[in-house]
Every structure is written in C-alpha cells, then in structure tokens.
C-alpha cells in the first residue's frame, strides 16, 4: 500500500494510428508511443509500425477482433486501460484511423474519465481523409460538395430490423450536394445504394468502394448508385472497405 503513495502517476494516451499506412500516424502520435509502457492495439494497426526498432522494448497487447471475433470485450479493454494507467504505466491505446471516429474511443475516454484517469487524445487520420487523398477525390467543392457526413452502414443497436441495416431518417440525405463516407459500408451496400435511390438521389451519382485504402493492396471498386453492388461483386473485396457517395467523384474523374 504505502509503494502505491510513492508512484508515479499513470496515463492514458488515445493515440489514432491513421488508416493502415505506417507512415500516416502524426509526428506527436509516433513520439508518444516511444514514451509508452504499454501498447494497446487493434485489428487495423500497421505491423510495420508495431514492429519499429523503437517498440521492440514495449508491451504490446492485441485487444482487437480477429476472425470476426473480439479477443477482449469492450469492458475487460477498458478494466485493462485504467489498471495498467492506475500501476503509474504511460498506456498507449493506438486505435485505427481516428479514435472518436466509430472506433468506441468515446467509450473508453467516458469509462477512464469516470475513473478519475488522465487522458490525452492524439488525432488520427481517419479512413474517410485517407481515401479522398488516395484517390483524390475532394471530400468538398464549391459546386459539387458542399457539406459530408460520416456515417455506419452497420449498426446492432440503432437497427431497421435484425440485420443491422441504420435506422437513419434516410431523407435528411438526399441532398445531391452532400458527399456520403459510410464506414463499415460492405455489409449492406445493395441496401444503401437501393435506399439512397429511393430517397431521390440520381441513380447515376458516383460511388466508389475502397478496401485497405494507403495499403500495398489497397482495392477500388468505381461505379454509381445503380452499378456499385454489382461490380463490387466481381472482385472480392476484403475487409476494412469504406462506400464514398457523392457528385465529388466527378472533380477525381
Ligand atoms: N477509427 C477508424 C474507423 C474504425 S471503424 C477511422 O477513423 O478510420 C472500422 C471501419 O473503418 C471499417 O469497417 C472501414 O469502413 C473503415 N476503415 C478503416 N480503415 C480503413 C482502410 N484502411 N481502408 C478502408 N476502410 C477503412
């Protein structure tokens, strides 16, 4: 008991690691994790980057999914982060992309909060950024985007029926001068473009569909709203792939 006095204060660093390219973290990300005890990485983050000659001394904690399996519940990451944070260990939790983008980094930052743990954030390049640099599609333009939305294409608990299909009020997305990213969008793209038609969007607007996007074997699949399902049939796609909808294409064309 009277060692824990002594202690020097723990952290917690929610670090975004950018969308799979190592090179694509923040110069402040890469320091932080050279400082770190303790690494907590998903399922998206870069082997390479893991395995840097700097890291080789760090603990390293794979807490992401693996097979479509999660290897820890979201509460048992969030016990770990505040024990380890607690044990005065500088706790890096590197998360894909940003870590307040659909990756539950909100969770965890509510769950360390309510601890009393401090927190710091370290912003990603999120997948949506990364695409529109890959494939130089403006996410915004005068003429062609003038507002975008991030959205799931997936999810379990604010669901149309059991198959996870979003419950959004799908007409607030019709205006054609709003560029769509939905992450997660594989799962259900039949239904979005379907849906995305129906609610008045021109069935000739362009789509694109990226998997691993800044990755070596990065995938894209470019149609419209009436072609995108089926030419997304004819390559098989792997996961992480992430649907853009929206006049913008046109300026990358
Ligand atoms: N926090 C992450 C997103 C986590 S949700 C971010 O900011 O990017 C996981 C979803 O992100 C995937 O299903 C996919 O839609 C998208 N995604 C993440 N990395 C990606 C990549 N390299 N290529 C394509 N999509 C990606």
Redesign the pocket.
Known sequence: MEKNLNKKKGKVFLV?AG??DPELITLKGYKILQQADVIFYDS?ISEELLNLEELSNKEKIFVGKRKGKHSFSQEEINRMLSEHARNGKIVVRL?????????R?GEELIFLKQQGIEIEVIP?????L??SAALKIPLTHRDLGRSVIFL???SSLYSEDETGFPDYNWKLLADPATTLV?????FHLQRIAERLIQIGRDPDTPAVV??????PD?KVIQGNLKNIYFLSLEQKLE?????LVGNVIYASL
């Open positions: 975004g969308p799979g998206l998360k894909g992309g940003d870590p307040f983008i659909f990756g980094g990603g390049i999120t997948a949506a990364a695409l799931t294409g997936y939905f992450y997660m969008g594989l990226v998997s691993k996007v800044s990755l990065q996961f992480p792939a992430i649907l």
